[in-house]
């Protein structure tokens, strides 16, 4: 069995380290200081139980274990926290596997053997509570990345790069600053988590406030949005034209 | 620290005077009025009881009136502050008296009005000057009892956020995790963030508010920070420099703690590489600067931020009497908390 544990403080690390080295299950530790970090090594190692903390910096536990789960043979996820009286709330609720710090020996070896993945509907219902109890403001809801899965593996795009989602037949595309990728993710689910760094500009294009420089309209009466960063114009239906220019008015 | 424009009803210092209660309780004392008004002017030629039906006649209305005015007007006099308030309401106590003063001269004794007549003009001073002082006394009561009041229900919820906000529960057991994995690697360290997470708790659940030399405050902070080194390592570095005359200046326990944990707490710990957290001390113009500043993460993390800042800046208020302040200085990139306290050693 190959554990992964991550958490951003080296004595928290070192005492898991710890705890599992004797135990005989256990065929190698791992180790990562952010759930980025972990994501990636979940990608390139079979890992079979990742010991995640939950407050990191840059990227959190909660966020990683979202990511760590779209693999196609996802590792099992134990969560390990100090004190967070929110997340210990949506765990219990939705029977995720957790340990509170400092992580009892016996407690860790018996969570580990009774591990099981996380479903999407735990990760889900998760995400929600956490959005509810924190009172965070618009601009920073939401994940900080976003999965795409590129022939098998997940690839991470920052949210802050992309530009723009186009939803496009059956698939949604990113634009971000360095391509453009496919994701799984529906444009409706998209505004809604992002709500206030992006704005839908047509029923199939949601855009980001941030990049918008101004808008075009031609001899037919279109109006189109233009970007500083990338050389494309994306059409603005008549729906959502006036909140559109009310956007541009206000910037 | 700042003015409270914002005020309920709740808050302002008149009483609700539509209220069966407080409207009996005013006829009350108004009656104990003309019962000593009556007990002054009476001679013994005339009869007692129909002194005090006078009396009773007229204190009665002008009170009745005026706090049925009061009540009606209540919530527009709660725009203004209170010295206002206060003066709108005498006024129209003044009104009434003045009025029914007249109303006597001219319904009772039946006579014109005539300013010039010196019995009229000492009747309606008389009755001015006794109800203006009578009036400005309640006023300034039902203030007072306000504050009294106000005062009570601050020192109890300062006292409910101290411990509250004093003790972190993540501080403590991040701890006792950091302390778990020492004894495996290095029993030393682990004895003394046992000695320390002590003394900081021993400082916590004492209840004496006495004010402390700023040098014990700095060395219960230094406890805290060296608990905190061991957990992030290197990614939390602290740079400080201390003014030596600061060091005997008396200040309130834990007021420079909390600082400080509210910058690892919310700005050194979101960053993936950590920062610097600056603290420094000095004196300047008889005042006693503590500043602490830390780099601000980009990541919104401000749970609980402002309880401690907001307990601390009561605290503050309430032992320095407004003499001391608590500043937050806000850029992109920077975040500094400085404190000011006079100097008293």
Redesign the interface.
Same mark, same amino acid.
């Given at each position: 069995m190959k554990i992964l544990v991550v958490d951003?403080? *080296?004595?928290?690390r070192?005492?898991l380290e710890?705890l599992l080295a004797g135990v005989d299950q256990i065929s190698a530790i791992v180790t990562a200081e952010?759930g980025l970090r972990a994501v990636e090594i979940c990608q390139d190692q079979e890992i079979d139980v990742v010991l995640m903390d939950i407050?990191m910096?840059?990227m959190d536990g909660l966020e990683a274990a979202g990511h760590i789960a779209k693999n196609k043979q996802p590792p099992a996820i134990i969560f390990t926290t100090?004190?967070?009286e929110y997340a210990l709330e949506a765990f219990k609720v939705n029977a995720v596997n957790y340990l509170?710090? *400092?992580?009892r020996k016996t407690d860790l070896i018996s969570a580990i053997q009774a591990s099981s993945k996380l479903n999407k509907a735990q990760l889900a219902a998760i995400a929600t509570q956490q959005q509810e109890a924190?009172?965070?403001?618009d601009?920073?809801k939401g994940r900080k990345h976003i999965t795409t899965k590129i022939s098998g593996n997940i690839k991470l795009i920052p949210v802050v790069d992309v530009v723009y989602f186009l939803a496009e037949q059956k698939y949604v595309t990113v634009r971000h600053l360095n391509g453009e990728t496919i994701i799984e993710d529906t444009l409706k689910e998209l505004q809604v988590e992002f709500e206030g760094q992006f704005i839908r500009i047509h029923r199939n294009a949601l855009v980001a406030k941030k990049f918008i420089t101004g808008m075009r309209r031609d001899n037919q009466g279109h109006a189109y949005i233009n970007f500083e960063v990338i050389n494309k114009e994306l059409e603005i239906s008549r729906r959502h034209l006036s909140t559109v220019k009310q956007l541009l008015l206000n910037m | 620290m700042e003015a409270k424009n914002n005020k309920t009803p709740h808050d302002f210092f008149l009483p609700d005077f539509c209220q069966a209660q407080s409207l009996f309780l005013v006829v009350l004392v108004t009656e104990l009025l003309a019962v000593l008004f009556t007990a002054f002017d009476w001679s013994s030629q005339a009869s007692f009881w129909s002194i005090l039906a006078i009396y009773s006649v007229s204190i009665q209305m002008v009170t009745l009136f005026s706090i049925a005015s009061l009540c009606l007007l209540r919530n527009w006099l709660s725009n203004f502050d209170d010295w206002m308030a206060g003066l709108l309401s005498l006024s129209i106590i003044l009104f009434f008296t003045l009025l029914f003063s007249l109303m006597v001269i001219v319904f009772y004794w039946i006579l014109p009005i005539d300013l010039t007549d010196s019995f009229q003009l000492n009747f309606i001073f008389r009755n001015i000057l006794v109800s203006s002082l009578i009036g400005a006394a309640t006023l300034r009561y039902f203030y007072l009892q306000l504050q009294y009041r106000k005062q009570l229900t601050l020192q109890t919820s300062a006292k409910l956020d101290a411990l509250q906000a004093r003790i972190r529960?993540?501080f403590?057991?991040?701890s006792?995790?950091?302390?778990?994995?020492?004894t495996?690697?290095d029993a030393d360290k682990a004895e003394s963030a046992i000695e320390d997470l002590s003394d900081l708790f021993r400082v916590t659940l004492d209840n004496a508010q006495e004010m402390i030399p700023f040098q014990q405050e700095l060395d219960n902070a230094k406890k805290y920070l060296s608990l905190e080194q061991?957990?992030?390592?290197e990614r939390l570095v602290i740079n400080e420099s201390i003014d030596k005359q600061s060091l005997s200046v008396l200040i309130p326990p834990l007021s420079l703690q909390p600082l400080l944990e509210n910058a690892v707490y919310h700005g050194i710990?979101?960053?993936?590489e950590g920062g610097e957290v600056d603290l420094k001390a000095i004196i300047e113009n008889g005042k006693l600067l503590v500043s602490v500043s830390n780099p601000k993460?980009t990541?919104?993390d401000h749970?609980g931020a402002g309880i401690a800042l907001s307990n601390i800046s009561e605290r503050l208020d309430m032992l320095y009497k407004g003499k001391a302040s608590l500043q937050v200085e806000e850029t992109d990139k920077q975040y500094q908390v400085t404190m000011k306290v006079p100097v008293t050693v």
């Open positions: 951003d403080e *080296p004595l928290a070192q005492r710890g952010n407050r910096p840059g100090a004190y967070d509170l710090k *400092p992580v924190k009172p965070s403001d601009d920073h | 529960p993540h403590l057991f991040n006792m995790n950091v302390i778990a994995s020492l495996q690697i061991l957990r992030l390592g710990q979101p960053l993936p993460s990541q919104k749970h």
